[in-house]
Nanobody, 121 residues
Framework: QVQLVESGGGLVQAGGSLRLSCAAS????????LGWFRQAPGKEREFVAA????????YYADSVKGRFTVSRDNAMNTVYLQMNNLKPEDTAVYYC??????????????WGQGTQVTVSS
């Protein structure tokens, strides 16, 4: 069992940066792949980034590639999403998830409650 709590969201101007954190409880955190997803109002939840349990592999949606970086610290049971050069279209609720490694929601068994990111133009 893994419980996830996101933090770090907020309001930022276009071109700015935010760093999201996701703190996990559970002793098996290091064995899970971790993903970030987002959901904008009126839209379906979409994949943002994922990282393997070892941190050796990462994967990004094309829309964020080159701007976002996912990382993890297994000793701290935390996964991060560094978001640079933010755009208004990045506005959404961001969720972290733990499970197997992949870009589909069904591949993740555990989800956080989400944190709001709003990018103003």
């Amino acid at each position: 069992q893994v419980q996830l709590v996101e933090s770090g969201g907020g309001l930022v101007q276009a071109g700015g940066s935010l760093r999201l954190s996701c703190a996990a409880s559970g002793r098996t955190f290091s064995s899970y792949g971790l993903g970030w997803f987002r959901q904008a109002p009126g839209k379906e939840r979409e994949f943002v980034a994922a990282i393997r349990w070892s941190g050796s592999n990462t994967y990004y949606a094309d829309s964020v590639k080159g701007r976002f970086t996912v990382s993890r610290d297994n000793a701290m049971n935390t996964v991060y999403l560094q978001m640079n050069n933010l755009k208004p279209e990045d506005t959404a609720v961001y969720y972290c998830a733990a499970g197997s490694w992949g870009m589909h929601s069904y591949e993740y068994a555990y989800w956080g409650q989400g944190t709001q990111v709003t990018v103003s133009s």
